[in-house]
């Protein structure tokens, strides 16, 4: 119990954010790059008909490029990444610094970075999945032939997760984060590793088939990049984010259902 109330006590004094403000300096500047098209993109030929933002274009053009164009679009997925989910796990970040109030000021910069260094890796390394998934089965192909039904299944298979339980016990974790460092706390540099680690797993148990959406509609689609990320913040953020994210499973079963029965028709 003692250690607990000491745990609260560190959490709760207050301090300028600079944690909060570098990692917004951070997003901001990712999402300066991404809209300012200042990223190296795969690179590869496209015909008159096609653009970076379309359904399955850079996943194509990377694979078309081997080693060098995955790495390429591995380097632009970490940047979108790091727009989109930096600015919701602000609170996460910061509470992990109050954490380290007795720590030194290079001990406790080492930590933070360790902790948002190992986040971005993660959600970085999960842009070989929409690779991986696009060398079995090419998306640019099968949105041109049958982007009804690719659509629809899609917001099918969100829908349904969206309203799943495991959808909400990562949730859950990734909007409270007092109560994750309550129970994942560890100390030192690896601690720090080993907590980012952990949380990513549960941010992309959250968040994994809004990606999964993204990469159907254009992962270089900015309007939908900054769409999703607006969505997925108010879902860990807000007091009816739970709520939200169950609307939005609603919504999109019935906008599926629908785009299924018009392709079809």
């Not at 745990?7 to 709760?12: E, V």
């Not at 360790?114 to 079995?136: D, R």
């Not at 690719?150 to 909400?168: D, R």
């Not at 720090?192 to 270089?220: E, K, N, P, T, Y």
């Amino acid at each position: 119990m003692g250690t607990h109330d000491s745990f609260r006590d560190r959490i709760s004094h207050r301090r300028i954010p600079i944690v909060a403000l570098v990692t917004y300096g951070i997003a901001l500047l990712a999402w300066v790059a991404i809209v300012g098209r200042w990223l190296p993109m795969p690179g590869g030929e496209m015909d008159a008909k096609t653009h970076i933002s379309d359904p399955g274009v850079p996943e194509a053009m990377a694979l078309s490029n081997g080693m060098a164009g995955i790495g390429l679009y591995l380097f632009m997925w970490g940047v979108m990444m790091i727009a989109m989910m930096y600015p919701s796990s602000v609170p996460l970040f910061r509470l992990y610094s109050k954490t380290l109030e007795r720590t030194t000021t290079a001990g406790k910069a080492v930590r933070v970075g360790a902790f948002l260094g190992t986040y971005a890796l993660v959600w970085t390394l999960v842009g070989v999945v929409p690779l991986v998934v696009n060398a079995l089965v090419p998306i640019a192909s099968l949105a041109s032939a049958h982007g009804g039904l690719l659509m629809g299944g899609t917001l099918l298979l969100l829908s349904g997760y969206q309203l799943s339980p495991y959808k909400h016990r990562c949730l859950r974790y990734c909007r409270s984060p007092l109560g994750f460092l309550m129970s994942h706390h560890r100390p030192g540099v690896r601690g720090a590793v080993r907590m980012s680690l952990q949380f990513s797993v549960f941010c992309i148990g959250c968040c994994w088939a809004l990606f999964a959406f993204m990469v159907i509609v254009g992962s270089m689609n900015i309007v939908w990049m900054a769409f999703l990320a607006v969505v997925l913040s108010l879902e860990r953020t807000v007091a009816w984010g739970e709520h939200l994210a169950r609307a939005i499973g609603l919504f999109v079963g019935a906008v599926g259902f629908v785009v299924i029965a018009i392709s079809i028709l």
